[in-house]
């Protein structure tokens, strides 16, 4: 069965680095999409993706953050200087009608 | 008011019990409604979802929707230790992007 797939599925870095993390959406998929779940809070919308740009996105998705789809099965989110509070799962899904399939997740540890 | 509220738990409850969860939401326009699962370390998994209101059945879960007083429900019957999990409510956000407004998920567990 098709699945999202993620990595890595843990990342540790220092305050002020670049992270990028890797998603592979599940092939014939069009809409891509982050979340991300600070420990003991709940799954956020970060930013939703369309047709080679963000159709969406929430406050948290700042300048700091960016998406990109570099070949035709990449989807990555970079966070181009890291803060403390960075720190989450971050998870990818992509859709297909209504239903939206999640990856395993990256989890991101800020130092 | 928070867009979709639910208890987080814990919830514990033995082998075979009915479970029945429960969000609120706050948005008489939204119209899709789902329930995923979470297993520890896991990503969310679609357990089922609803279109307005009404139920809809698949197998041992029933999900609910009563528009009326903006409140979801998921009942499981003959709960195994395998249904152990968070169970998380999602409404879907209107618009494009079919973005997803999580509830902070409920912690179940089944004892054998």
């Known amino acids: 069965e098709p699945e999202v797939t993620q990595t890595p599925s843990h990342q540790v870095t220092q305050m002020g680095q670049e992270v990028i993390l890797r998603c592979v959406p599940i092939?014939?998929?069009?809409?891509f999409y982050w979340y991300r779940q600070i420990l003991g809070q709940k799954v956020e919308f970060l930013v939703s993706f369309y047709n080679n740009e963000i159709s969406e996105k929430s406050e948290i998705f700042d300048d700091q953050f960016s998406v990109e789809r570099p070949d035709g099965s990449n989807f990555t989110l970079k966070i181009r200087s890291t803060k403390l509070e960075d720190s989450a799962m971050y998870f990818c899904?992509?859709?297909?009608?209504?239903?939206?399939?999640f990856g395993p997740g990256t989890r991101l540890l800020v130092l | 008011q928070k867009e979709v509220e639910q208890d987080p738990g814990p919830l514990s409850v033995p082998e075979g019990a009915i479970v029945s969860l429960n969000c609120t939401y706050s948005?008489?326009?939204?119209?899709?409604f789902m329930w995923y699962r979470q297993y520890s370390r896991k990503g969310p998994e679609l357990l089922m979802y609803?279109?307005?209101?009404g139920n809809k059945e698949d197998g041992r879960f029933t999900a609910q929707v009563d528009k009326s007083s903006k409140y979801i429900s998921l009942f499981i019957r003959d709960s195994q230790p395998s249904d152990s999990a968070t169970y998380l409510c999602?409404?879907?956000?209107?618009?494009?992007?079919?973005?997803?407004?999580f509830g902070t998920g409920t912690l179940l567990a089944v004892q054998p």
């Open positions: 899904a992509s859709r297909e009608e209504e239903t939206q399939y």
């Open positions: 948005n008489s326009a939204f119209q899709y």
């Open positions: 092939s014939n998929h069009l809409y």
């Open positions: 609803t279109y307005s209101s």
């Open positions: 999602a409404i879907r956000h209107g618009g494009a992007t079919n973005k997803l407004i």
